[in-house]
């Protein structure tokens, strides 16, 4: 009789675990049932290594820059303007910095050490002829956050162009970047700042938007390091978009410009990055 009794006992014991056990598995795919965590998986086998997803070879060093961007948007339809954008919105002391006419391997790459330097992003708009050459920076610049925008093929003056010749100029500008970057550009900015309608046009059918500036550094004319850099001082503002070069000429004023204003923007405040897209 007490064999029969420990029995007995012992099967309303094991009835008990089971019931404990279902309810628990049944709590760990019901949400919001429960308040427990779901248990921890077993450690692997001694000698056994633990499965880890391959990271990308810049992956840890991309983080800083990219952390503060903007999110992707999924692309839309481009709106068809009658004039370029010359300013970005944003909150706050917010700025953009572009460099025209590149890449250029004499002076891109100081360019790109400064900005990365100061953990900053910017904009390039680059001509195919000069891409096609240095594909290696148009990566560079797309794996270090930066925007790579559509600046034409050869950097002629669109408004003496016929229809197809600009289309020409634009698409071959944009496989270029799409081959080395893997995204096509989404931002064009015209040569010259000579926009006309077909520009505005074919920029939008090919999901483009239209960028000029807000300020001028004239750093073609070779000004001098300090001209550069009061121009860029004195036109700071929110929402503004300086316009550099980092090719088309000798641009080391540009490079060593930059390495001044740069820490002095960032010291008064200001925020510098890269637009974000609106679709509609």
Not at 60 to 70: I, V
Not at 111 to 117: E, F, Q
Not at 201 to 215: D, I, N, R, S
Request: hydrophobic share 40%; net charge positive.
């Amino acid at each position: 009789m007490q064999k029969d009794h420990l029995l007995t006992r012992r099967r309303v014991l094991l009835a008990g675990a089971v019931s404990l056990g279902a309810a628990g598995v049944a709590a760990a795919f019901v949400p919001g049932a429960g308040n427990h965590a779901a248990p921890t998986p077993p450690p692997p086998a001694a000698g056994a290594r633990a499965a880890r997803r391959p990271l990308r070879p810049s992956e840890y060093r991309l983080r800083p820059l990219t952390g503060y961007g903007p999110p992707h948007t999924p692309r839309g339809r481009t709106p068809v303007r009658r004039e370029p954008l010359l300013s970005v919105p944003g909150h706050g002391r917010t700025m953009v910095l572009s460099f025209d006419d590149g890449p250029d391997p004499r002076y891109t790459p100081h360019i790109l050490d400064t900005l990365a330097r100061y953990e900053v992003r910017a904009m390039f708009f680059v001509c195919g002829g000069m891409a096609a050459y240095n594909r290696d920076l148009l990566a560079r610049m797309a794996d270090e956050g930066h925007v790579v925008g559509n600046h034409t093929w050869s950097h002629p003056l669109l408004t003496r162009l016929r229809r197809a010749r600009i289309r020409s100029e634009m698409e071959r500008t944009s496989d270029i970047v799409e081959q080395a970057c893997g995204e096509r550009p989404e931002w064009f900015r015209a040569p010259y700042g000579a926009w006309n309608r077909a520009a505005f046009q074919l920029g939008a059918e090919l999901g483009m938007e239209p960028l000029a500036w807000t300020v001028d550094t004239l750093d073609w004319t070779e000004p001098g390091t300090r001209t550069i850099v009061e121009r860029v001082e004195e036109g700071a503002a929110p929402g503004a978009v300086v316009l550099s070069h980092d090719a088309g000429g000798d641009r080391s004023q540009s490079v060593r410009a930059l390495r001044a204003y740069l820490p002095e923007l960032l010291d008064s405040g200001y925020h510098v990055t890269v637009p974000r897209r609106q679709y509609v």
